[in-house]
């Protein structure tokens, strides 16, 4: 399936690129480009119970590294510009529970969640190059971001809670605001972004075994740093 995606957006980018060179005279300029990074996600609003464990301000988030790579298309007229992305993303995340007892207090038993996901996105960014010489720049841009997560391809581990046969129900979308900053040399430029979740995953967590049945809820904000060359 991500070969097809990938093929797809490379014929897409492609189909874009000779519709777009055949109106130079119009002053409008095509660039491709490529981009790899790293990102840190961050659940914001958490809501999470399953068999005494619940998120609280004790519950621990770790990140571990999480990767990303986008081939992308920008079309430039003055110092303005669209930008689309076909990026393809691992992201991974850890998070540490106490049980609470019958009168809610915390015990020292602890439970652990790892959660890896696959993911595609496809941002639609408008950007504005506010430095913009030859040899430099530097820009800012924003616009929205969709996330499609390979739930089939999710690689969940439940570990110490009373049943380990447990597994969450994913969303498949997710949507996000984009902010970014970007700086060019030459050809090379590094970017920093921030991707503010505006949707709200809410899922099921099954216990395959008892078949019993937990709820999660939870937003989501990404932080990413990338560095790439620009064609």
């Known amino acids: 399936m991500k070969k097809g995606i990938l093929i797809t957006a490379i014929l897409l980018l492609c189909t874009v690129a000779t519709i777009a060179q055949s109106s130079k005279g119009n002053n409008i300029k095509l660039n491709f480009g490529i981009k790899a990074g790293f990102q840190a996600v961050t659940y914001n609003h958490t809501?999470?119970?399953?068999?005494?464990?619940?998120?609280?301000?004790?519950?621990?988030?770790?990140?571990?590294?999480?990767?990303?790579?986008?081939?992308?298309?920008?079309?430039?007229?003055?110092?303005?510009?669209?930008?689309?992305?076909?990026?393809?993303?691992?992201?991974?995340?850890?998070?540490?529970?106490?049980?609470?007892?019958?009168?809610?207090?915390?015990?020292?038993?602890?439970?652990?969640?790892?959660?890896?996901?696959?993911?595609?996105?496809?941002?639609?960014?408008?950007?504005?190059?506010?430095?913009?010489?030859?040899?430099?720049?530097?820009?800012?841009?924003?616009?929205?971001?969709?996330?499609?997560?390979?739930?089939?391809?999710?690689?969940?581990k439940f570990s110490h809670f009373k049943h380990e046969e447990l597994i969450e129900e994913l969303d498949k979308m997710q949507y996000y605001w984009e902010f970014g900053l970007g700086v060019r040399i030459y050809n090379v430029f590094l970017d920093i972004t921030y991707d503010w979740g505006l949707s709200?995953?809410?899922?099921?967590?099954?216990?395959?075994?008892?078949?019993?049945?937990?709820?999660?809820?939870?937003?989501n904000s990404i932080l990413s740093f990338s560095a790439g060359f620009i064609f």
Do not use: W
């Open 47 to 156: 809501e999470f119970s399953i068999e005494g464990y619940k998120f609280n301000d004790n519950t621990i988030q770790s990140n571990k590294i999480s990767y990303t790579i986008n081939p992308f298309l920008r079309i430039s007229k003055s110092n303005f510009y669209l930008q689309t992305e076909a990026a393809f993303g691992i992201t991974r995340h850890n998070y540490d529970f106490h049980e609470t007892d019958v009168d809610g207090k915390e015990t020292d038993i602890t439970a652990e969640y790892n959660l890896t996901t696959y993911c595609f996105q496809i941002p639609m960014l408008i950007g504005y190059n506010f430095i913009n010489y030859n040899d430099y720049g530097m820009s800012i841009f924003t616009g929205p971001r969709a996330k499609f997560i390979f739930t089939s391809l999710s690689n969940q």
């Open 200 to 219: 709200t995953s809410k899922t099921n967590i099954i216990n395959k075994e008892t078949g019993s049945l937990y709820t999660s809820k939870r937003n």
